[in-house]
């Protein structure tokens, strides 16, 4: 069972970065210090018809969830700061 407690505040970032991963600091699970995470993602299809499509080609677009990151060894969920799910009864 998780404990679902936050990870320290990084903000992701939405874009890439040009930097050489050797010169990365990698995040650690808080639990099992895995480095190996998991993300929650819906896929979508974007017609070759649509107006804005540039490429006139049915195209494949992956469309992430926010606050989905788990460690991929525990579970553990990482990056976000309060519980997210059904809230649980009082007693």
Same mark, same amino acid.
């Given at each position: 069972m998780t404990n679902n407690q936050s990870s320290p505040d990084i903000p992701m970032t939405?874009?890439?970065i040009n930097i050489p991963q050797s010169e990365l600091d990698f995040l650690k699970c808080p639990i099992c210090q895995s480095q190996i995470f998991?993300?929650?993602?819906?896929?979508?299809k974007i017609s070759?018809?649509? %107006?804005?499509? %540039?490429?006139?080609?049915?195209q494949a677009v992956r469309l992430e969830i926010p606050l989905t990151t788990r460690c991929a060894i525990c579970k553990e969920r990482v990056g976000c700061k309060e519980?997210?799910?059904?809230?649980?009864?009082?007693k």
């Amino acid at each position: 069972m998780t404990n679902n407690q936050s990870s320290p505040d990084i903000p992701m970032t939405g874009g890439p970065i040009n930097i050489p991963q050797s010169e990365l600091d990698f995040l650690k699970c808080p639990i099992c210090q895995s480095q190996i995470f998991t993300q929650a993602f819906k896929l979508g299809k974007i017609s070759k018809l649509h %107006p804005s499509n %540039p490429t006139k080609q049915d195209q494949a677009v992956r469309l992430e969830i926010p606050l989905t990151t788990r460690c991929a060894i525990c579970k553990e969920r990482v990056g976000c700061k309060e519980r997210v799910g059904t809230p649980e009864k009082e007693k």
